[in-house]
């Protein structure tokens, strides 16, 4: 299982970014998600999505401004469109990878390099 994320930089307050998730192995037949770590914070849920993309799991903090998605037909990738970003969504996400979409939201089995995202005020 491998997972490279990518798309992040630096974005105003109110702003929009979309992240990307690549998924090679085994991951595209896993449920996925993101986690960000701010500095000097733990490491905390962003979002989840099922294999299908049926289900879909956010944090409190992100609905409404944040979307997850997948395509598991051409690209095996996953993707966070996030919009109206704010100061505090300033971290490292990391997108990852786990059996079940339940234990995802806890945590990942597998994970990929982060892509720094900041959001100046």
């Avoid at 690549?22 to 099922?50: C, D, H, M, N």
């Avoid at 944040?66 to 598991?72: A, E, Q």
Wanted: with cysteine; net charge positive; charged share 15%.
């Amino acid at each position: 299982v491998q997972l490279q994320a990518s798309g992040g930089g630096l974005v105003q307050a109110g702003g929009s970014l979309r992240l990307s998730c690549a998924a090679s192995g085994r991951a595209f037949t896993y449920p996925l998600a993101w986690f960000r770590q701010a500095p000097g914070k733990e490491r905390e849920f962003v979002a989840a999505i099922s294999w299908s993309g049926g289900t879909t799991r956010y944090a409190d903090s992100v609905k409404g401004r944040f979307t997850i998605s997948r395509d598991n037909n051409v690209k095996n990738a996953m993707y966070l469109q996030m919009n109206t970003l704010k100061p505090e969504d300033t971290a490292v996400y990391y997108c990852a990878a786990a059996a079940t979409i339940s234990s995802l939201v806890r945590n990942g089995d597998y994970w990929g390099q982060g892509t720094q995202v900041t959001v100046s005020s």
